[in-house]
C-alpha cells in the first residue's frame, strides 16, 4: 500500500467519476482503474460498485476512504515538519489570497518579505475564500489572508488591518463633494461581482445600510467591475489598495472616500493550530500589518472606529 494509491482513492471518492478523479490526480484513467485494483487485491476487499453512475463506494470502501484521508493529512503534517527544519522562515510557504485582494496587497509585501525571510520562498494561490479554507483545512495551503469574521475550528486567525471601501463613479459625472455620505448612494446603479465572491457580500451589506438595491449586472472581477463603472454603466464600492498605486490611475473613474464611520473590511492571516510552523506565522501576520500600517497609514488599525464589516 502507498500513498499514492490512497490518494486516488479519496480523489475517486470526490468525484465519484474515474475519468474526473484521474485528471485531478494529474494521472490516465486507466493508470488510476489499475492502481484502484490493485489497492483492492492487496486489501482483498472491493472498495468500489462498479457499473453505477454515479459511482458508488462499498460500505467498507467508505470506512477505508474516511482512514485514507487522515492519513494523508499526516503525511501533509510530515513534509511540514520537515520544511520547519532548522531556522524559522525558511523552505516553501503556501499561501492563499482572495482575488479581490491579492493583486493588490502582494506587491506591497513582497520587498519586505524578501529583507525579512531570504531564505523563504512564496507559493501564492488566489482562490476564493471557501476554497482557501478547504485547502488550509486539509494541508494543500499553510497560510491564508482573508476577510474576517472567519471561525472554523482547528484554525487560529490572527487580525491583521482594516481597510475602507470607496465608491467609485465615472468621471464623466459632476464631481461628487468630498468626502460623500453615505445618502451619495441613494438612487445609484450599483453593480456588484457575482456569488461567491466575499467582496459582493461585504458591499452588499453597505447597500442594505444605505438603503439602495443592487443592479442586474454582476461581474466576474474586480477589474471588469472597474471597467464597466468606467464605461458609464453604473457605480460600485472598491477597496482603497485596489486604487493605491502601484495599480494605475483609471482617468475615466472617479472615486470618493466616505465621511463619517466609513465601511470598511477587516482581514485576517489564517493558519492550522496544529501547523508545524505556528510559532513563526505570528511574525508573518507582522510583516503584514506593517506594510498595511504604511500603505493605509492608521486606518489599518483594526481596533479603528469604523463600521466593519
Same mark, same amino acid.
Given at each position: 500500500?502507498?500513498?499514492?494509491?490512497?490518494?486516488?482513492?479519496? *480523489?475517486?471518492?470526490?468525484?465519484?467519476?474515474?475519468?474526473?478523479?484521474?485528471? $485531478?490526480?494529474?494521472? %490516465?484513467?486507466?493508470?488510476? +482503474?489499475?492502481?484502484?485494483?490493485?489497492?483492492?487485491?492487496?486489501? #482483498?476487499?472491493?472498495?468500489?460498485?462498479?457499473?453505477?453512475?454515479?459511482?458508488?463506494?462499498? $460500505?467498507?470502501?467508505?470506512?477505508?476512504?474516511?482512514?485514507?484521508?487522515?492519513?494523508?493529512?499526516?503525511?501533509?503534517?510530515?513534509?511540514?515538519?520537515?520544511?520547519?527544519?532548522?531556522?524559522?522562515? #525558511?523552505?516553501? /510557504?503556501?499561501?492563499?489570497?482572495?482575488?479581490?485582494?491579492?493583486?493588490? &496587497?502582494?506587491?506591497?509585501?513582497?520587498? #519586505?518579505?524578501?529583507?525579512? =525571510?531570504?531564505?523563504?520562498?512564496?507559493? /501564492?494561490?488566489?482562490?476564493?475564500? +471557501?476554497?482557501?479554507?478547504?485547502?488550509?483545512?486539509?494541508?494543500? &495551503?499553510?497560510?491564508?489572508?482573508?476577510?474576517?469574521?472567519?471561525?472554523?475550528?482547528?484554525?487560529?486567525?490572527?487580525?491583521? =488591518?482594516? !481597510? !475602507?471601501? &470607496?465608491?467609485?463613479? @465615472?468621471?464623466?459625472?459632476? @464631481? /461628487?463633494? %468630498?468626502?460623500?455620505?453615505?445618502? *451619495?448612494? $441613494?438612487?445609484?446603479?450599483?453593480?456588484?461581482?457575482?456569488?461567491?465572491?466575499?467582496?459582493?457580500?461585504?458591499?452588499?451589506?453597505?447597500?442594505?445600510?444605505?438603503?439602495?438595491?443592487?443592479?442586474?449586472?454582476?461581474?466576474? %472581477?474586480? !477589474?471588469?467591475?472597474?471597467?464597466?463603472?468606467?464605461?458609464? %454603466?453604473?457605480?460600485?464600492?472598491?477597496?482603497?489598495?485596489?486604487?493605491?498605486?502601484?495599480?494605475? *490611475?483609471? @482617468?475615466?473613474?472617479?472615486?470618493?472616500? =466616505? $465621511?463619517?464611520?466609513? @465601511?470598511?473590511?477587516?482581514?485576517?492571516?489564517?493558519?492550522? #493550530?496544529?501547523?508545524?510552523?505556528?510559532?513563526?506565522?505570528?511574525?508573518?501576520?507582522?510583516?503584514?500589518?506593517?506594510?498595511?500600517?504604511?500603505? &493605509?497609514?492608521?486606518?489599518?488599525?483594526?481596533?479603528?472606529?469604523?463600521?466593519?464589516?
Amino acid at each position: 500500500m502507498n500513498l499514492n494509491n490512497l490518494q486516488y482513492l479519496v *480523489a475517486l471518492a470526490d468525484q465519484r467519476h474515474f475519468g474526473k478523479a484521474a485528471a $485531478a490526480c494529474g494521472v %490516465s484513467q486507466p493508470t488510476l +482503474s489499475a492502481q484502484i485494483r490493485k489497492l483492492e487485491a492487496e486489501l #482483498q476487499v472491493e472498495v468500489v460498485e462498479r457499473g453505477t453512475r454515479p459511482l458508488l463506494l462499498t $460500505a467498507v470502501g467508505e470506512r477505508i476512504v474516511g482512514r485514507a484521508r487522515t492519513i494523508l493529512r499526516e503525511a501533509v503534517d510530515i513534509g511540514e515538519i520537515a520544511r520547519a527544519s532548522g531556522e524559522n522562515g #525558511q523552505g516553501t /510557504l503556501r499561501l492563499g489570497v482572495f482575488p479581490t485582494l491579492g493583486p493588490y &496587497l502582494i506587491p506591497h509585501v513582497m520587498p #519586505q518579505m524578501r529583507t525579512r =525571510f531570504p531564505k523563504l520562498e512564496m507559493q /501564492l494561490v488566489e482562490a476564493k475564500t +471557501s476554497q482557501i479554507l478547504a485547502d488550509l483545512t486539509a494541508g494543500d &495551503l499553510d497560510v491564508g489572508i482573508l476577510a474576517l469574521p472567519v471561525s472554523v475550528p482547528g484554525l487560529r486567525v490572527e487580525r491583521l =488591518f482594516a !481597510e !475602507e471601501f &470607496l465608491l467609485a463613479v @465615472p468621471a464623466t459625472r459632476p @464631481p /461628487l463633494p %468630498s468626502p460623500v455620505d453615505m445618502s *451619495a448612494l $441613494a438612487g445609484e446603479h450599483m453593480m456588484l461581482l457575482e456569488e461567491g465572491h466575499c467582496l459582493r457580500e461585504q458591499a452588499l451589506a453597505v447597500c442594505q445600510i444605505a438603503g439602495v438595491a443592487e443592479g442586474e449586472f454582476r461581474a466576474t %472581477s474586480l !477589474e471588469m467591475l472597474r471597467q464597466m463603472v468606467a464605461a458609464g %454603466s453604473g457605480a460600485t464600492l472598491l477597496p482603497r489598495l485596489a486604487v493605491t498605486p502601484p495599480v494605475p *490611475a483609471n @482617468p475615466d473613474l472617479r472615486t470618493y472616500p =466616505f $465621511a463619517g464611520i466609513a @465601511p470598511r473590511r477587516e482581514i485576517g492571516m489564517l493558519w492550522r #493550530q496544529s501547523h508545524a510552523q505556528r510559532r513563526f506565522f505570528p511574525q508573518l501576520a507582522d510583516v503584514f500589518r506593517t506594510v498595511a500600517d504604511e500603505v &493605509l497609514g492608521q486606518d489599518a488599525d483594526p481596533t479603528h472606529a469604523g463600521a466593519t464589516l
